[in-house]
T-cell receptor, first 117, second 111 residues
């Protein structure tokens, strides 16, 4: 039973052409996260939503935007993808916005691998 | 600086053998420590999560230990299987909304 679903699994876009990645969840969790993971590196948090409240990491480029129209869906928009944006993009959910202080688990989706040509 | 360091970077073992992966962290404040398994091209899947007061937790053939005094954790895999081939990521929960990820250990189990 899929709990965190990401579409598409593989996305190819052209340099500078806007692209949107989607994530949906069936867990009814109030927090959703977007991570960027490059080859052989740890996932890097881009931003997260606590309900409708958007929280951006300080070093996330302006090129990355996000939308959360409802509890179940969250989108990652890359306005002008560069070659350096090629990576795996992971969506995750949890019940609490303080995963560092509580023991609430983060559930990851399978990821979308983005290729920029 | 909050950091999570894992060793070894990569490891090859034969099927059926045991292995232990290491994680050292310098994260303050510390709340919890998690181990994830990430298959190639997939999202991470949680194996264990331990809070400050816990020093060991098992999940099938996976056993994690935590020494909060020395800021070290280990993940022991017993009787390895080919399906254990993956990256294993140590993640430390720090202050509000902070998860600090290690770079992972890439494990290959050979027949």
């Amino acid at each position: 039973d899929a709990m965190v679903i990401q579409n598409p699994r593989y996305q190819v876009t052209q340099f500078g052409k806007p692209v949107t990645l989607s994530c949906s969840q069936t867990l009814n969790h109030n927090v959703m996260y977007w991570y960027q993971q490059k080859s052989s590196q740890a996932p890097k948090l881009l931003f997260h939503y606590y309900d409708k409240d958007f929280n951006n990491e300080a070093d996330t480029p302006d090129n990355f935007q996000s939308r959360r129209p409802n509890t179940s869906f969250c989108f990652l928009d890359i306005r002008s993808p560069g070659l350096g944006d090629a990576a795996m993009y992971l969506c995750a959910t949890s019940r609490d916005s303080s995963p560092g202080t509580g023991a609430y688990e983060q559930y990851f989706g399978p990821g979308t691998r983005l290729t920029v040509t | 600086k909050n950091q999570v360091e894992q060793s070894p970077q990569s490891l090859i073992i034969l099927e059926g053998k045991n292995c232990t992966l290491q994680c050292n962290y310098t994260v303050s404040p510390f709340s919890n420590l998690r181990w994830y398994k990430q298959d190639t091209g997939r999202g991470p899947v949680s194996l264990t999560i331990m809070t400050f007061s816990e020093n060991t937790k098992s999940n099938g053939r996976y056993t994690a230990t935590l020494d909060a005094d020395t800021k070290q954790s280990s993940l022991h895999i017993t009787a390895s299987q080919l399906s254990d081939s993956a990256s294993y990521i140590c993640v430390v929960g720090g202050g509000y909304n902070k998860l600090i990820f290690g770079a992972g250990t890439r494990l290959a189990v050979h027949p």
